[in-house]
């Protein structure tokens, strides 16, 4: 049985996640601040974090950039809803989805199963990994490395640059990416493709391979050397 992990200052909601996650046959502990929230995640290592935006003590900000110091663990952060910036900066600190308020608790547990889903799933048996000029990866190992140096990816990073090097040269559109990497059709918002996009290019610092964006469509992994 998962333990997901509900910080949210609010008791009503988290009585009512509580409820619902429970119902789906969830193990459900909670947290009601942010230092809270630190401690029960180190003390009990739950399978998923949902993480309010803004909690007295410590804000979401600071225990997803706590966390992410030395840990994986998937994080579904709420946002107020409109708060584009929040959500960004809620991402680029290593949260895997946000969901703004006020939201339907049937797509919150919806959003907790595809990213369980997806941190669960194993790479596809009949092929190790492949290689797009001088960046390598590796399913087995959940390895990458750029000039045989190796890459610190982050777990949706890693599934990210995978699914594009599988279609080098291949133009993806935002909503493939968010189906295929993030595992829900279609909860979510292109942006956060967008957001993690970013992310690997400034990971990807070589002058051999790119990220393209291919505009009003999506983007594509291409060789941008002669031979690379």
């Avoid at 009512?16 to 009990?44: C, M």
Wanted: aromatic letters at 6%; hydrophobic letters at 40%; charged letters at 30%.
């Amino acid at each position: 049985m998962d333990t997901i992990l509900v910080a949210d200052d609010e008791a009503p909601i988290r009585e009512l996640l509580t409820l619902y996650l429970e119902k789906e046959g969830f193990n459900v502990i909670t947290a009601d601040d942010g230092e809270q929230a630190l401690a029960v995640a180190r003390a009990h290592n739950p399978d998923l974090i949902v993480l309010d935006l803004m909690m007295p003590k410590r804000s979401g900000y600071e225990v997803c950039r706590e966390l992410r110091r030395d840990s994986d663990v998937p994080i579904l952060m709420l946002t107020a809803r409109g708060e584009e910036v929040d959500r960004i900066v809620g991402l680029e600190l290593g949260a895997d989805d946000y969901l703004g308020k006020p939201f339907h608790p049937r797509e919150l547990t919806a959003r907790v199963k595809a990213i369980l889903r997806r941190a669960g799933s194993a790479p596809a048996p009949e092929r190790a990994g492949v290689v797009v000029g001088p960046l390598r990866l590796d399913w087995q190992r959940h390895e990458v490395t750029l000039h045989g140096q190796p890459l610190q990816l982050r777990n949706k990073e890693f599934d990210l640059l995978r699914r594009l090097a599988e279609h080098e040269g291949i133009v993806l559109t935002r909503e493939q990416l968010l189906e295929t990497v993030w595992g829900y059709d279609y909860f979510g918002e292109t942006r956060t493709v967008d957001v993690h996009v970013n992310q690997l290019r400034r990971k990807l610092t070589s002058d051999d391979i790119a990220i393209e964006t291919v505009r009003g469509v999506g983007y594509k992994l291409v060789r941008t050397a002669p031979g690379g």
